[in-house]
């Protein structure tokens, strides 16, 4: 994952109110949760749930789906390596402003490469970016299959279909694993909350 680099007569300008102050006001530290996992492990599902128990506490989140932002900021993007690289890009991107924001940022993105994945990280930073590995045998995954995209993707109807024709590399160190297999999502967001409340993004005051 390359970043473009801006124009020479494009200057950064700084704001009046910074992150710490928007931090301050919210009551809460911003993040980056990235769920990360094959097409029907649960990831969109997880984000959802997570973000749901945090707007309760009064954090202010959002939760970027993989689908969704391909209906908008990369539509014009298909799923070739390097497209999934430049769709991962976009995403980093735009995740390191909701930070500055002061947000909770949730995003489910199959993200099938540890490399993009290591990219964003380090375009996040350690102390923001909370990598989830939500984790499902792929058989599972395909008996769960609303889409009907892995049914397709056997029939060779689907290109390059993460799981089935494209590789993908799980984390090798994430800050958690959950096991949707054997897990509900009760348990898997109260681990989470728990993680969260450890890595000081959620403060006493929100409780």
């Known amino acids: 994952m390359t970043a473009n680099k801006a124009p020479n007569n494009v200057v950064w300008h700084h704001a009046a109110v910074n992150r710490p102050d928007r931090e301050r006001q919210n009551g809460h530290r911003a993040a980056v949760v990235w769920f990360t996992g094959l097409s029907g492990a649960g990831k969109s599902t997880l984000a959802h749930a997570l973000e749901e128990e945090l707007f309760r506490l009064g954090c202010r989140t959002f939760v970027f789906d993989g689908d969704n932002v391909r209906h908008g900021l990369c539509a014009d993007l298909g799923f070739s390596e390097q497209d999934r690289h430049e769709n991962i ?3 980093a991107e735009m995740s390191k402003l909701f930070v500055e924001a002061g947000v909770i940022a949730l995003n489910a993105f199959i993200s099938p490469l540890r490399a993009d994945r290591q990219a964003v990280r380090r ?9 989830i590995y939500v984790k499902c045998p792929l058989a599972v995954c395909e008996s769960r299959d609303v889409k009907g995209m892995y049914k397709k993707a056997r029939a060779g109807l689907i290109k390059e279909f993460t799981g089935i024709s494209s590789p993908y590399e799980e984390p090798e160190h994430p800050e958690m694993v959950v096991d949707t297999s054997c897990e509900t999502v009760e348990t898997s967001v109260a681990d989470i909350l728990s993680l969260l409340r450890s890595r000081g993004v959620i403060m006493p005051q929100c409780e």
Do not use: C, H, T
């Open 123 to 131: 375009l996040i930073g350690d102390a923001d970016f909370i990598e």
């Open 89 to 91: 890009r976009r995403i």
